[in-house]
């Protein structure tokens, strides 16, 4: 609806045509407006009678419709692509696998605290549309998926931020990850030598994709000491650009996990970039608080530390998860499989794991893989799931929800899984409370 309402205000004549049904406060809204729309399905010939179409990043390229459309010489545009005709905002776009999110709220939280106008939107929150038709800050950090950059044209970020490219969502890319690849390096392919990338050079898909920047870049990096950018190096964070040299002791960070220490480095590189003074940074970083569902402590039942990292939809976020840990793991993983490949992770899951709890309708691909090497059992809910989890543990050792996988077998979204494994915790906590009082 933000696209709509962006064009509606813009004084463009707009056509809503939705698969599904429309909300009927939606509808009202759309008479109040004098959208014309339909539902239930798409009508190509009014459709290729648009000068332009404006397409959900939830349809796939390869849609019939959005091929009819096409093949009629009809424009297609993403959102993100139509909304940044309509703002002068200095624009920061972050994309990448995992870390998305987490990157883009430390962002926009380290500009703001330093008094800078700013927003997030696009995967997060708003809509660039709604953003932008009712506010445009000086600065907007957009999370954009790779959904979400198909179908840009012109669209350029000042400062594009690239994290990682490990195989996700490859069902929308035929399985090939060359192609899934590609939507992210769309992030930079407008951008030119006025423009910054800051890119994780540890990932040989990412520098793969550096090779089509003309823009000047920052290289970010666990493994090794780098040059204009920021590294890792004798637990500190150390920032080498054109502006100074910083360093910041990794346990004055608010996030935990390697994985973390990228999104920590290459926010705080686009708040240097932006000016941000380094003791603003200081204060910014210490009072952060991540979103829900990534790495998230729930609750200690009886010395069983509960941790909520839902969010992990995807083998590589697991693996940061598993590294991330400090204790013997119970894992709670399954749902959707989206052609994981577990390999990577195996040797984590010798070393850390020592129960597997499989929490979907088809569990194969993780018992296939993982039953030699740690106790495994399966469940199908997640109140099952975390009294099993329970069952299996000890004092001092970590229950760890890091599903690897979709969510939609047994639950509406990640975060209805996250919220229902929370509050499972939480009963459990309340349960072995009283029964300890009695």
Same mark, same amino acid.
């Given at each position: 609806?933000?696209?709509?309402?962006?064009?509606?205000?813009?004084?463009?004549?707009?056509?809503?045509?939705?698969?599904?049904?429309?909300?009927?406060?939606?509808?009202?809204?759309?008479?109040?407006?004098?959208?014309? %729309?339909?539902?239930?399905?798409?009508?190509?010939?009014? #459709?290729?009678?648009?000068?332009?179409?404006?397409?959900?990043?939830?349809?796939?390229?390869?849609?019939?419709? =959005?091929?009819?459309?096409?093949?009629?010489?009809? *424009?297609?545009? /993403?959102?993100? &692509?139509?909304a940044s005709r309509y703002t002068t905002?200095?624009?920061?776009?972050?994309? @990448?696998?995992?870390?998305?999110?987490?990157?883009?709220?430390?962002?926009?939280?380290?500009?703001?605290?330093?008094?800078?106008?700013?927003?997030?939107?696009? +995967?997060?929150?708003?809509?660039?549309?709604?953003?932008?038709?009712?506010?445009?800050?000086?600065?907007?950090?957009?999370?954009?998926?790779? %959904?979400?950059?198909?179908?840009?044209?012109?669209?350029? *970020?000042?400062?594009?931020?690239? #994290?990682?490219?490990? *195989?996700?969502?490859?069902?929308?890319?035929?399985?090939?990850?060359?192609?899934?690849?590609?939507?992210?390096?769309?992030? %930079?392919?407008?951008?030119?030598?006025? @423009?910054?990338?800051?890119?994780?050079?540890?990932?040989?898909?990412?520098?793969? @994709? #550096?090779?089509? $920047?003309?823009?000047?870049?920052?290289?970010?990096?666990?493994? &090794?000491?780098?040059?204009?950018?920021?590294?890792?190096?004798?637990?500190?964070?150390? %920032?080498?650009?054109?502006?100074? =040299?910083?360093?910041?002791?990794?346990?004055?960070? *608010?996030?935990?996990?390697?994985?973390?220490?990228?999104?920590?480095?290459?926010?705080?590189?686009?708040?240097?970039?932006?000016?941000?003074?380094?003791?603003?940074?200081?204060?910014?970083?210490?009072?952060?608080?991540?979103?829900?569902?990534?790495?998230?402590?729930?609750?200690?039942? &009886?010395?069983?530390?509960?941790? +909520?990292? /839902?969010?992990?939809?995807?083998?590589?976020?697991?693996?940061?998860?598993?590294?991330?840990?400090?204790?013997?793991?119970?894992? =709670?993983? @399954?749902?959707?499989?989206?052609?994981?490949?577990?390999?990577?992770?195996?040797?984590? $899951?010798?070393?850390?794991?020592?129960?597997?709890v499989c929490m979907g309708k088809d569990?194969?691909?993780?018992?296939?893989?993982?039953?030699?090497?740690?106790?495994?059992?399966?469940?199908?809910?997640?109140?099952?799931?975390?009294?099993?989890?329970?069952?299996?543990?000890?004092?001092?050792?970590?229950?760890?929800?890091?599903p690897a996988c979709a969510s939609f077998?047994?639950?509406?979204?990640? &975060?209805?899984?996250?919220?229902?494994?929370?509050?499972? $915790?939480?009963?459990?906590?309340?349960?072995?409370?009283?029964?300890?009082?009695?």
């Amino acid at each position: 609806m933000g696209a709509v309402r962006l064009a509606v205000k813009q004084g463009l004549s707009v056509f809503l045509s939705d698969g599904g049904a429309i909300a009927e406060e939606k509808k009202i809204e759309l008479a109040a407006l004098s959208v014309a %729309f339909e539902e239930g399905g798409h009508t190509l010939d009014t #459709l290729c009678v648009c000068v332009e179409v404006i397409k959900s990043p939830g349809i796939p390229t390869t849609a019939a419709v =959005i091929l009819g459309v096409r093949e009629a010489g009809v *424009p297609v545009i /993403s959102e993100i &692509e139509f909304a940044s005709r309509y703002t002068t905002a200095k624009i920061v776009g972050i994309t @990448g696998s995992n870390g998305k999110t987490t990157t883009t709220l430390l962002t926009t939280h380290l500009l703001r605290h330093a008094g800078i106008d700013v927003q997030s939107a696009g +995967n997060v929150g708003n809509s660039f549309s709604e953003l932008v038709m009712e506010h445009s800050p000086a600065v907007i950090v957009l999370e954009l998926s790779s %959904f979400q950059l198909d179908d840009i044209v012109t669209f350029q *970020p000042d400062i594009a931020v690239l #994290l990682n490219v490990t *195989p996700d969502h490859l069902d929308r890319y035929q399985y090939d990850m060359a192609r899934y690849a590609a939507a992210k390096y769309r992030l %930079f392919e407008n951008m030119t030598d006025e @423009g910054l990338v800051i890119a994780n050079t540890d990932d040989a898909l990412v520098v793969q @994709g #550096l090779t089509q $920047v003309s823009s000047r870049i920052q290289p970010v990096s666990l493994q &090794e000491r780098v040059y204009g950018g920021a590294y890792f190096d004798m637990d500190h964070l150390i %920032f080498d650009t054109e502006k100074d =040299i910083e360093i910041i002791p990794a346990d004055e960070l *608010p996030l935990i996990g390697k994985h973390n220490h990228y999104n920590q480095m290459m926010a705080v590189l686009v708040a240097i970039e932006m000016g941000v003074p380094f003791g603003d940074l200081l204060g910014g970083l210490r009072t952060f608080v991540n979103a829900p569902h990534r790495l998230e402590k729930v609750a200690t039942v &009886e010395g069983v530390t509960f941790i +909520n990292d /839902s969010k992990a939809t995807n083998v590589d976020a697991v693996y940061y998860a598993l590294d991330a840990m400090e204790s013997s793991v119970i894992w =709670i993983a @399954g749902g959707v499989n989206k052609g994981n490949d577990y390999k990577q992770i195996s040797d984590l $899951v010798k070393d850390k794991v020592k129960g597997l709890v499989c929490m979907g309708k088809d569990n194969v691909h993780l018992t296939d893989e993982f039953s030699e090497v740690a106790a495994v059992t399966e469940v199908q809910s997640a109140s099952e799931a975390v009294a099993r989890a329970f069952d299996m543990a000890r004092a001092g050792d970590t229950v760890l929800l890091s599903p690897a996988c979709a969510s939609f077998d047994l639950f509406k979204n990640y &975060e209805d899984r996250g919220d229902q494994f929370k509050a499972a $915790v939480l009963q459990l906590k309340e349960v072995q409370s009283k029964r300890i009082k009695a």
